[in-house]
T-cell receptor, first 114, second 113 residues
Framework: AQSVSQHNHHVILSEAASLELGCNYSYGGTVNLFWYVQYPGQHLQLLLKYFSGDPLVKGIKGFEAEFIKSKFSFNLRKPSVQWSDTAEYFCAVRYGGATNKLIFGTGTLLAVQP | KAGVTQTPRYLIKTRGQQVTLSCSPISGHRSVSWYQQTPGQGLQFLFEYFSETQRNKGNFPGRFSGRQFSNSRSEMNVSTLELGDSALYLC????????????FGQGTRLTVV
């Protein structure tokens, strides 16, 4: 079955710490990969996406993610987090390419302490 | 340009009632998808529409239905509401038929009492 796993459910970091959030997906052939962020009280916003090409993808606000095909992973990273990065982060996968349907992970709640 | 607009933002309904939620996509976007967000299940796909045709349906009971109009606006309907239907319902719009970026609305918070 098509599924997405986010292993970190709740992460607490101090400002300036480095961040890495894990995302793994089940095998399903061609995939498009996404990271979305949901700030408190706001709508889901796209952080970055991978369709093809360079597996290291840079997004907004200093975030990046690396697609490792052999590990079915698309981990999100940021070298130095800020208090304003406090939010919930969702990994999402689109399987097959013939649809706009997204399958989401369960989300990771990140709290950054000043 | 204006984003995805969902109405109403908040709704309280009683068990057994039905409810209709509305989504206006970004101008020019022809694809609309719906998702249910709950603390326990996360974000789960409900339906996907393109040019008034349902292209995909998630694993939800038949009480959940939807449609898309010729102006790309979409509605979803839930009949015979259950307590477990309490959730944030999110609409996403995309300009193309496939493989295009999804933009999300702020959602409709439905509470069933």
């Amino acid at each position: 079955a098509q599924s997405v796993s986010q292993h970190n459910h709740h992460v607490i970091l101090s400002e300036a710490a480095s961040l890495e959030l894990g995302c793994n997906y089940s095998y399903g052939g061609t995939v498009n990969l996404f990271w979305y962020v949901q700030y408190p009280g706001q709508h889901l916003q796209l952080l970055l996406k991978y369709f093809s090409g360079d597996p290291l993808v840079k997004g907004i606000k200093g975030f990046e993610a690396e697609f490792i095909k052999s590990k079915f992973s698309f981990n999100l990273r940021k070298p130095s987090v800020q208090w304003s990065d406090t939010a919930e982060y969702f990994c999402a996968v689109r399987y097959g390419g013939a649809t706009n349907k997204l399958i989401f992970g369960t989300g990771t709640l990140l709290a950054v302490q000043p | 340009k204006a984003g995805v607009t969902q109405t109403p933002r908040y709704l309280i309904k009683t068990r057994g009632q039905q409810v209709t939620l509305s989504c206006s996509p970004i101008s020019g976007h022809r694809s609309v998808s719906w998702y249910q967000q709950t603390p326990g299940q996360g974000l789960q796909f409900l339906f996907e529409y393109f040019s008034e045709t349902q292209r995909n349906k998630g694993n939800f009971p038949g009480r959940f239905s939807g449609r898309q109009f010729s102006n790309s606006r979409s509605e979803m309907n839930v009949s015979t509401l259950e307590l477990g239907d309490s959730a944030l319902y999110l609409c996403a719009s995309s300009w193309g038929e496939r493989n295009t970026e999804a933009f999300f609305g702020q959602g409709t918070r439905l509470t069933v009492v």
